[in-house]
């Protein structure tokens, strides 16, 4: 068949595959028709004939994705004549048919010169960069030199490690830094001749571009400025500054462009517009090279120039930001992060660059912003600079400091400038017109809404400054709170009861945009005190102790404010707009009053420290106790309820006041507690039974063992106990639960809530001393026994399974040592009894299901009883192991989730790193003679490491990265790789794993990982690793010659020290993959496309 005849059938093929009306199927059939045709032997022939003769853009990609690959895998198999006049054929056909031809086309047939050129270049391919550089000078051809020298710097200065060898791209990149001088400078002269002609083109108010000389459209001009943009832009993510030569007319020649965006003419808005944009873009590339010499400061200071007067001219643009492509204005604050980033340090204190010009023009910049994105961009250019400023105060970079003077004194009217325009900003009453889009809806999906984003991102600035200068901070903040909170207490004179109805009402519209007003700068406000906490606390404390005093004050009135006028269940006009809002207020201050506790804590450290009266903070306390209690025990919005259970939690958990549990309102709570009338959602009951046990059993400070009353708090905690665990201990007694369905069901809750509230006490008592954790298990002793009982029952409910699993969890972890090794056992062994093989195949057969959750809870049982260490555990161990591989294993390895295989792995691993004893006693003998090795449960040892080494072929890459983990840290801590039976029956079982994962590239975020632990399993013996492992592992590789193996295996130096074995290895397995890609199969039979 000609090639005419096959280009009408590739052609028409082509055209159905993209085709809208082509199905799913004719597109496989078609894909697998088109592949045959590329395996032939000589389909690249026929390609040479489709790009001389179609005009099909489909067909033209089909025909140079051919030759990529041909480039790729074939090369070396074409004669070096056959190879030089394909070259010149091609490069003939691209220069005869380039003006008509799509840019991506011609980047496509450019890549394959390149990718030839990867392989030939210099040797076979000498005069590569020369063709390269007569194409840029000429004026017909520019276009196609500008594109291969682009592709060449992406393909040739770091060539991909899985296409080349270690030492073949070290060869590219020396070859390639010889050549960016001349292809710098090639470059910078072509620019700087299209910015003359532009300036004389806009100094002569010309209408038309004048790029059209020399027979040359705007078109063709455009495109030769963007490649050569972007030839710089590339060529500075891996050229040196010092072997490159950018001197100051190229600068301002890139910033000439980057100018161009604003002040570009009308009839070529467009494309000046993707100049700027390509110009920044390689300006950004310039000030992200690292290490730049310490010759280069004059260097900075002239781009630094540069920037403020481009600066300048964006702040001063006719009709402000918004006519600005969103695009670059991004990109440029990205390039001003990077640079005050990288190098302000190095021209701080340059006569040739003021630095507070710069910044007061970053301000002007900050407050002109169009968009709310574009201004959270320059607030990252802020931190970036309060970051340097403290480096500076704590003399972390003391070189570049200016040593004569306060550096944060230098810049506190800037910082002060800063801190008024974001608090005036954030302001709602003074910016609605500019923030009254933003969406402020609260949803039910707990997503953050726009008004929010822009309140957070205000404060974390007010918040960084208040580091730096405090004091003007707390000058303009703390007045602005007092004024909107003596603002927000005249609304009780527009509030009436009007038959038991609280209403708001107002009789002018204005007034409800006021209150709109309000409502917002009130939460702004107090979210800004919360995160603003921190400053008032710890070597703060007595410096600010009578602000702090009065704005806690304040925020306690304001919750009495609010509990008083009932403002959760006021009435309005539009209640969707300003209940949610009342209601966030009230819920904020609980969350900003909480930020304050640990200042209490300090405040009752310092009354007690010095004798001092506790009255003032006994009244607190009272009121702060006072406000939680009503908002818990009544019906409130449960927002409100849960911020006030936090706040209480809080002050019980953090200042752990003795006279608290004598408090009325304590005392209310605990009744509520016992008779289990408190009404809350899930999260908000758990924190505030974790009230009582952090009550009764949290040490108090500053208080002698007597003090303590711990005789008192135990009988009060146990009363407690008992009464909250009545109900759930009285159905273990009922003989009606075990085959009564509907009881079962009603028992749910009782046994669900119950024992989830335990649990919280027992993780929250874990790290306390014997007396408390005793003190506990005492109180729940009843409890272990009931939920023992409850698990037959609710044996086929997981929901209920999850839940005693995690109390027993609990228990273990926390109270083991109260409990004994043997109940311990007792528990474990009634679990494994129970939850057979057929049990757990159930439990997991649905992904994401409860009963896979209830796996990895009886899991975690295991790994907890596997670290506990005592002779009990040594003893049982053979039992639990046993247990799992026979019972667990199998059915986790069919159909397991990823989080349980991380619970197995897990128990695995720390079977070995804390009962290695279990397996290898110590001996003796064993350290002159590894033979002599003992090892016990040999076979339980084996099967454990076999599993270990089967997770490495999981594709999941966190479980990879865990196991790696693990095997070297069980291997640290006890030879493992050393032992006799590891390097005799696993090192090349693991080795060969990790080889072909490496060759792969399946797990290459790991590869440093992995080349470390297996340098430390050839380290144990490297002379069996490099005689025998290494052969045989080549020996089954497949797809591999007999030469090419013998090829590997001599390149493979036997270097036994890490980075040269590291170096080895990665080079030993990138050749291994270019092997295996080159003798991809081919046919040598002919394909009909029909």
């Not at 008192?712 to 159905?731: G, I």
């Not at 997770?951 to 493992?976: G, I, M, Q, Y």
């Not at 797990?1003 to 992995?1010: F, P, Q, R």
Request: glycine share 2%.
């Amino acid at each position: 068949m000609s090639g005419a005849d096959y280009l009408i059938q590739l052609e028409t093929l082509l055209n159905e595959f993209f085709s809208a009306d082509s199905t799913n199927q004719r597109k496989n059939e078609i894909h697998q028709m088109l592949a045959a045709f590329s395996q032939q032997l000589n389909a690249w022939h026929l390609c040479s004939y489709f790009l001389v003769h179609t005009e099909n853009t489909h067909v033209m990609m089909f025909a140079l994705n051919d030759y990529e690959r041909l480039a790729n895998s074939m090369w070396p198999g074409i004669p070096v004549q056959g190879r030089k006049e394909l070259r010149q054929g091609l490069l003939q056909t691209l220069k005869s048919r380039h003006k008509q031809l799509p840019s991506f086309i011609t980047i496509k047939w450019c890549r394959f010169f390149v990718l030839v050129a990867r392989t030939d270049w210099p040797q076979d391919y000498t005069d590569f960069f020369d063709q390269v550089y007569d194409l840029i000078q000429s004026h017909e051809y520019s276009h196609i030199g500008l594109t291969l020298l682009l592709v060449s710097s992406e393909e040739l200065a770091n060539p991909r490690s899985d296409v080349i060898n270690t030492q073949r791209r070290a060869v590219l990149r020396t070859q390639m830094l010889q050549q960016a001088p001349k292809s710098i400078r090639l470059i910078s002269t072509l620019l700087q001749g299209y910015a003359k002609q532009t300036e004389m083109e806009q100094a002569a108010g010309l209408n038309k571009n004048s790029f059209s000389t020399n027979n040359r459209s705007t078109d063709d001009i455009h495109k030769q400025i963007m490649t050569s943009l972007n030839c710089f832009a590339h060529f500075f993510t891996w050229i040196p500054l010092n072997q490159a030569p950018i001197y100051g007319d190229l600068l301002e020649t890139l910033f000439y462009f980057a100018s161009l965006s604003i002040e570009g003419s009308r009839e070529a808005s467009n494309q000046h517009e993707q100049q700027g944009l390509a110009a920044i873009h390689t300006l950004y590339e310039l000030v992200a090279l690292g290490g730049i010499p310490q010759n280069y400061d004059e260097f900075l200071a002239h781009i630094f120039t540069l920037t403020c007067k481009l600066m300048v001219k964006i702040i001063n643009m006719t009709g402000g930001l918004s006519k600005l492509d969103d695009k670059y204005l991004e990109r440029f604050s990205e390039y001003l992060r990077l640079f005050v980033n990288n190098h302000l340090k190095r021209v701080l204190n340059n006569p040739l660059f003021l630095v507070s010009d710069f910044l007061d023009l970053l301000l002007k910049y900050t407050f002109i912003q169009p968009q709310m994105d574009s201004y959270y961009q320059t607030f990252e250019i802020w931190h970036v600079f309060f970051d340097f400023i403290s480096l500076l105060e704590t003399s972390q970079i003391e070189k570049y400091a200016d040593q004569d003077s306060d550096n944060i004194l230098k810049y506190e009217g800037l910082l002060k400038s800063l801190l008024e325009n974001v608090l005036t900003k954030m302001q709602f009453s003074l910016n609605q017109e500019e923030l009254q889009d933003l969406d402020d809806d609260f949803g039910d999906n707990g997503d953050v809404t726009e008004w929010q984003t822009f309140i957070l991102q205000s404060i974390e600035v007010l918040a960084k400054i208040t580091e730096l200068i405090p004091e003007a901070c707390f000058q303009l903040i703390c007045p602005l709170f007092t004024t909107y909170c003596t603002n927000f207490a005249k609304l009780s004179e527009y509030i009436e009861d009007i038959d038991g109805v609280r209403v708001l009402d107002f009789t002018e519209h204005e007034h409800w945009q006021r209150l709109n007003a309000l409502l917002k700068d009130m939460r702004s406000i107090i979210q800004t005190l919360g995160r603003l906490a921190e400053h008032f606390c710890d070597g703060l404390f007595e410096v600010r102790f009578q602000d702090t005093s009065y704005l806690t004050q304040q925020l306690i009135g304001m919750i009495k404010f609010c509990l008083t006028e009932r403002i959760h269940v006021l009435e309005f006009e539009t209640p969707e707009l300003f209940l949610p809002q009342f209601i966030q207020i009230e819920a904020g201050v609980f969350s900003t009053l909480k930020a304050y506790i640990p200042w209490f804590s300090q405040y009752y450290g310092h009354l007690k420290g010095q004798h001092l009266d506790l009255a003032p903070l006994v009244e607190s306390v009272e009121d702060i106790v006072d406000v939680c209690s009503t908002v818990i025990l009544q019906d409130h919005p449960p927002l409100v309820q849960q911020c006030a259970t936090d706040l209480l939690l809080s002050l019980v958990h953090t200042v752990r006041l003795p006279f608290l549990l004598s408090m009325k309102s304590y005392r209310n709570l605990v009744i509520a507690g016992c008779q289990k009338i408190v009404q809350l959602d899930p999260k908000s009951n758990r924190l505030f039974y974790k009230i009582f046990i952090c009550g009764y059993l949290m040490p108090w400070p500053d208080c002698s063992e007597k003090e303590q009353q711990w005789d008192q708090r135990k009988d009060e905690f146990n009363n407690f106990a008992t009464a909250f665990t009545m109900d759930y201990t009285n159905l273990s007694t009922n003989m009606d639960l075990m085959n009564n369905k509907e009881m079962q069901l009603q028992a749910k809750e009782t046994i669900n809530h119950t024992l989830k509230v335990l649990t919280e006490w027992c993780i929250e008592i874990r790290e306390h001393n014997k007396r408390i954790r005793t003190i506990l298990y005492d109180s729940l002793d009843p409890c272990i026994d009931a939920a023992m009982h409850f698990f037959p029952i609710y044996i086929h409910q997981p929901d209920v399974l999850q839940v005693i699993l995690k109390f027993f969890l609990s228990l273990i972890d926390s109270l083991a040592a109260q409990m004994g090794s043997q109940r311990c056992e007792r528990i474990t062994q009634f679990l494994m009894t129970l939850l057979t093989k057929e049990q757990i195949e159930n439990s997991i057969r649905e992904e994401n299901s409860i009963g896979s959750l209830v796996i990895e809870s009886f899991i975690d049982i295991l790994i907890c009883l596997s670290k506990s260490q005592n002779t009990t555990t040594t003893t049982f161990l053979p039992h639990i192991i046993t247990f799992v591989l026979e019972q667990v294993y199998p059915p986790v390895t069919k159909q397991g989730t990823t989080n349980i295989k991380m619970s197995l792995f897990s128990l695995f691993s720390s079977i070995l790193l804390y009962n290695w004893k279990s397996f290898f006693p110590y001996n003796i003998l064993q350290v002159s003679d590894p033979e002599s090795e003992i090892i016990q449960n040999k076979d339980q040892f084996s099967a454990i490491m076999n599993i270990l080494c089967a997770f490495f072929t999981e594709s999941d890459v966190t479980l990879f990265r865990e196991n790696l983990l693990a095997l070297t840290e069980v291997h640290n801590k006890n030879k493992l790789f050393h032992k006799y039976i590891f390097l005799q029956n696993m090192r090349d079982t693991f080795c060969s794993v990790f080889l072909q994962v490496l060759v792969q590239k399946s797990h290459e975020l790991l590869h440093d990982e992995i080349t470390n632990l297996m340098y430390n399993m050839a380290f144990a013996d490297f002379d069996s690793f490099f005689a025998s492992f290494l052969p045989n592992f080549l020996e089954n590789c497949e797809n591999l010659t007999s030469q090419q193996k013998t090829d590997l295996l001599n390149n493979f130096q036997t270097d036994q020290d890490l980075p040269t074995f590291t170096q080895n290895l990665r080079q030993l397995c990138t050749d291994l993959r270019i092997y295996l890609i080159v003798n991809s199969a081919t046919t040598n039979s002919s394909v009909n496309l029909t």
